[in-house]
């Protein structure tokens, strides 16, 4: 029997075995805000249980379920945050540094900044499918991540010895490089901990990493930019050593407190295992496991590919994407304002926050009602409105709104669609890791191009006089 075949018998056989009920994903309303027929459902999700939770009660089976997801929460979430504003910091302080004074320091001339932002992709494109299908065999987060970070923090480290535009080519493609494991591996991770009616709003939890980074990054780099000139140093060198030099020193602590997969992590007991195996399985009706349905990465990867809704998924993020690359420039955006570089840096960070909140809440409320379409084409509306305003008018209190409208809207589709994914290609855990790296490596690759939508004439053209 084929792969295929084989997880469609699973499914089908897991549909015929019992009826797939559904309750709230924080599994928090209580009896009394339930009607009788929801009351009878909710007494009859727990079913077809794995034998060390057949003697619990249902209202056991609720308290162990909730108690067990709130400690996943705290063990894995703050970390992978924490993980992923290092992550971005690193790979987009070079937007801060300009305003430093990068570009004048190393001699850059025309488009040469903008190769420097484009190189990066090209590693960050090629290596992320093979990064997920290392980690799929692997199937320890703890010890992958913790490598790729050693390296990642010490190339970001040494981007300030660079002296000219050579240097700063190799060293951006090599951060690329390494780089690409964190994100797909981050969702992967993710998905392997979390249901359908739970994940989106991790994913925006997880995405709130980002956008903290681009709030507070400025707010940093505005202070360590101050160090110009101590011990006959820029500032913006400071600002790759002592960022650079953090993600380092994270290290330790991510290999110790980061939990691996349901199955061989130790923070849990057996029962708080099986009851998350169990929701998982229950998810789409066959086990987070690729023994279990006999597939290999190599079948997978074949899986992925065939599927119509991973390329339709390719496509709307691949347009996203796109849009979004209006923050690898947004300093120099801000910039066009015309204040000075340190109240610029501060103004970037406003947008970023009202996107960690607006987010985090959309997120929330796709998870709430199971929609996605929706919740994609809103906020891309709204984005579009903003990116109107932004180029027809120079009136800077317009354009500043337009940059707090921009922000928060692109985010807030960009969460969902990243659910989307491992909704659409679930099981087995193959195909979602390589479903995952696959959208987001080829709709990356318009940030090869995207960078030279914005070359520094244009910063002219739009700043106000």
Same mark, same amino acid.
């Given at each position: 029997?084929?792969?295929?075949?084989?997880?469609?018998?699973?499914?089908?056989?897991?549909?015929?075995?019992?009826?797939?009920?559904?309750?709230?994903?924080?599994?928090?309303?209580?009896?009394?805000?339930?009607?009788?027929?929801?009351?009878?459902?909710?007494?009859?999700?727990?079913?077809?249980?794995?034998?060390?939770?057949?003697?619990?009660?249902?209202?056991?089976?609720?308290?162990?379920?909730?108690?067990?997801?709130?400690?996943?929460?705290?063990?894995?979430?703050?970390?992978?945050?924490?993980?992923?504003?290092?992550?971005?910091?690193?790979?987009?302080?070079?937007?801060?540094?300009?305003?430093?004074?990068?570009?004048?320091?190393?001699?850059?001339?025309?488009?040469?900044?903008?190769?420097?932002?484009?190189?990066?992709?090209?590693?960050?494109?090629?290596?992320? $499918?093979?990064?997920?299908?290392?980690?799929?065999?692997?199937?320890?987060?703890?010890?992958?991540?913790?490598?790729?970070?050693?390296?990642?923090?010490?190339?970001?480290?040494?981007?300030?010895? *660079?002296?000219?535009?050579?240097?700063?080519?190799?060293?951006?493609?090599?951060?690329?490089?390494?780089?690409?494991?964190?994100?797909? +591996?981050?969702?992967?991770?993710?998905?392997?901990?979390?249901?359908?009616?739970?994940?989106? +709003?991790?994913?925006?939890?997880?995405?709130?990493?980002?956008?903290?980074?681009?709030?507070?990054?400025?707010?940093?780099?505005?202070?360590?930019?101050?160090?110009?000139?101590?011990?006959?140093?820029?500032?913006?060198?400071?600002?790759?050593?002592?960022?650079?030099?953090?993600?380092?020193?994270?290290?330790? @602590?991510?290999?110790?407190?980061?939990?691996?997969?349901?199955?061989?992590?130790?923070?849990?007991?057996?029962?708080?295992?099986?009851?998350?195996?169990?929701? /998982?399985?229950?998810?789409?009706?066959?086990?987070? +496991?690729?023994?279990?349905?006999?597939?290999?990465?190599?079948?997978? @990867?074949?899986?992925?590919?065939?599927?119509?809704?991973?390329?339709?998924?390719?496509?709307? #993020?691949?347009?996203?994407?796109?849009?979004?690359?209006?923050?690898? @420039?947004?300093?120099?955006?801000?910039?066009?304002?015309?204040?000075? #570089?340190?109240?610029?840096?501060?103004?970037?960070?406003?947008?970023?926050? *009202?996107?960690?909140? *607006?987010?985090?809440?959309?997120?929330?409320?796709?998870?709430?009602?199971?929609?996605?379409?929706? #919740? $994609?084409?809103?906020?891309?509306?709204?984005?579009?409105?903003? @990116?109107?305003?932004?180029?027809?008018? /120079?009136?800077?209190?317009?354009?500043?709104?337009?940059?707090?409208?921009?922000?928060?809207?692109?985010?807030?589709?960009?969460? *969902?669609?990243?659910?989307?994914?491992?909704?659409?290609?679930?099981?087995?855990?193959?195909?979602?890791?390589?479903?995952?790296?696959?959208?987001?490596?080829?709709?990356?690759?318009?940030?090869?191009?995207?960078?030279?939508?914005?070359?520094?004439?244009?910063?002219?053209?739009?700043?106000?006089?």
């Amino acid at each position: 029997m084929s792969a295929e075949k084989s997880e469609f018998s699973h499914i089908e056989e897991s549909k015929a075995q019992a009826t797939h009920y559904e309750v709230s994903s924080d599994l928090k309303r209580s009896d009394s805000e339930l009607g009788p027929r929801e009351i009878a459902e909710e007494q009859d999700y727990y079913t077809n249980l794995p034998e060390s939770l057949q003697d619990l009660t249902q209202e056991e089976l609720k308290q162990l379920d909730k108690k067990t997801l709130r400690k996943i929460d705290l063990r894995l979430m703050p970390m992978l945050i924490f993980i992923y504003i290092l992550n971005y910091i690193d790979r987009n302080n070079i937007a801060s540094a300009r305003l430093g004074g990068l570009e004048e320091d190393l001699g850059l001339k025309g488009n040469q900044y903008q190769i420097c932002i484009s190189i990066l992709f090209i590693g960050y494109i090629l290596f992320q $499918v093979p990064s997920n299908m290392l980690l799929n065999k692997i199937g320890r987060p703890s010890t992958y991540l913790a490598v790729v970070m050693t390296i990642w923090g010490a190339i970001s480290t040494c981007t300030a010895a *660079v002296q000219g535009f050579g240097g700063l080519v190799a060293i951006r493609a090599c951060l690329g490089i390494v780089e690409s494991a964190f994100f797909c +591996s981050a969702l992967m991770i993710l998905a392997s901990w979390y249901d359908k009616k739970t994940l989106a +709003s991790r994913n925006s939890i997880l995405y709130s990493g980002s956008l903290i980074s681009s709030a507070f990054s400025g707010l940093l780099a505005a202070g360590i930019l101050e160090m110009d000139g101590l011990g006959g140093i820029q500032g913006w060198r400071y600002l790759f050593i002592i960022e650079g030099g953090v993600t380092v020193l994270t290290v330790p @602590f991510a290999y110790f407190i980061l939990p691996d997969t349901p199955a061989n992590t130790k923070f849990l007991s057996q029962q708080e295992k099986d009851i998350i195996q169990w929701r /998982l399985q229950k998810d789409v009706g066959v086990k987070d +496991s690729d023994k279990e349905a006999e597939i290999s990465d190599w079948e997978g @990867f074949k899986l992925a590919v065939k599927d119509i809704k991973m390329w339709m998924l390719c496509g709307m #993020h691949s347009f996203l994407v796109a849009a979004c690359g209006v923050t690898n @420039f947004f300093p120099t955006i801000v910039g066009t304002l015309n204040f000075n #570089h340190t109240i610029t840096l501060c103004l970037t960070a406003p947008p970023y926050v *009202v996107a960690v909140v *607006v987010t985090y809440f959309w997120a929330k409320n796709a998870d709430r009602t199971g929609e996605r379409t929706l #919740h $994609v084409i809103i906020p891309l509306i709204c984005a579009l409105v903003a @990116f109107i305003i932004a180029v027809a008018t /120079l009136n800077t209190g317009a354009r500043y709104f337009s940059m707090i409208l921009m922000i928060p809207s692109l985010y807030c589709a960009f969460v *969902v669609i990243l659910t989307w994914i491992s909704n659409c290609c679930p099981r087995p855990p193959a195909k979602r890791a390589i479903s995952i790296a696959m959208v987001n490596c080829l709709s990356n690759s318009t940030s090869i191009w995207n960078a030279f939508l914005y070359p520094q004439a244009m910063v002219l053209v739009m700043s106000r006089p």
